[in-house]
């Protein structure tokens, strides 16, 4: 009853305010930010977790947290059900929460995921994502893209209409040996001062992916959306401002590239409806906000 109402209420963003029943109950030794990530995870999980699930993605970083203790707190039977890790942590999560982790390379062919969970670190008003600020990336993307459909968890601060508004870089998964002439192909393409991400140890030097990659972070100028480029706007990249999916196919075209940070294109049923399986693009996207609500995008 309460979810089904709530998803009538959310079936577009929704900033306003939002009834009494979901709001969050104040956890005072919670930041706001932890708070929302919460509140988020519960909202989401509640209206996607789908009954009778066999094959669950979860993806990296800390909401994502959230979102398994909300699977924990649904109380349901998950003895007949795989979760799908994406990297060291996310399995890590998975195993200390009691439940069953199956690596993603161990799940039978022509599996499709009944859903995959993941958190971002930036939401365009299209539902296109930028992920990878913990370093995962590639692994997140092959899970969504082998899901009936991809949910995306986050709080607040994600809640943006253009990528890179708040979050100032792509993070670019690259193999080591191809690192420099990556970076000088970005400047090319007109990033400012793209890097190699270090490690917390300096003495450690870059930081490595769980494929053992480096991580390059690319900043642009902030991208353009869907409406940007029906009122007009080339979205070549020529001034600077670049299309989502021109500049992630640019990026991805470059030799030494494993995967960029980008999350594009179709989502799960578009896929599906076109014949293929999976999309790396959220069917909804949910937030929590300062103020203990939480608000969702839906894609089209
Ligand atoms: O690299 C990490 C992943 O893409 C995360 O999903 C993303 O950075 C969001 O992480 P968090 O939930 O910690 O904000």
Partial sequence: MIQSAFSLFCRRLTLPTIPTVFRTPRFYTMSA??????????????????KDARWVGIGSGTTIVYVVEAIKALGVDTSNTKYVPTGYQSKQLIISAGLAAAEYDSVPLGTVLDVAFDGADEVDEDLNCIKGGGACLFQEKIVALQAK????????????????????????????????????????????????????????????????????????????????????????????????????????????????????????????????????????????????????????
């Fill in 149 to 300: 459909e991809f949910i995306c968890v986050a709080d607040y601060r994600k809640l943006q209409p253009r990528l890179l508004t708040n979050w100032k870089a792509i993070p670019i998964e690259v193999a080591p040996i191809a690192a420099h002439r990556v970076l000088l192909k970005l400047r090319e393409l007109g990033s400012i001062n793209p890097t190699i991400r270090a490690s917390a140890s300096s003495k450690e030097g870059p930081l490595k992916t769980d494929q053992g990659f480096f991580i390059v972070d690319a900043p642009f100028k902030p991208m353009l959306i869907k409406a940007d480029i029906e009122a007009g706007h080339d979205g070549s990249g020529k001034d600077g401002a670049w299309a989502v999916n021109v500049l992630a196919d640019k990026i991805k075209e470059i030799t030494g590239v494993l995967e960029v940070g980008i999350f594009h294109g179709q989502t799960g049923p578009q896929a599906t409806a076109a014949g293929g399986i999976g999309g790396q693009r959220p069917v909804a996207a949910y937030f929590g906000m300062a103020d203990g609500t939480v608000a969702v995008r839906k894609a089209e």
């Fill in 33 to 50: 930010v932890e708070e929302s990530k919460r509140a988020a995870a519960k909202v989401a999980v509640g209206n996607h977790y789908p």
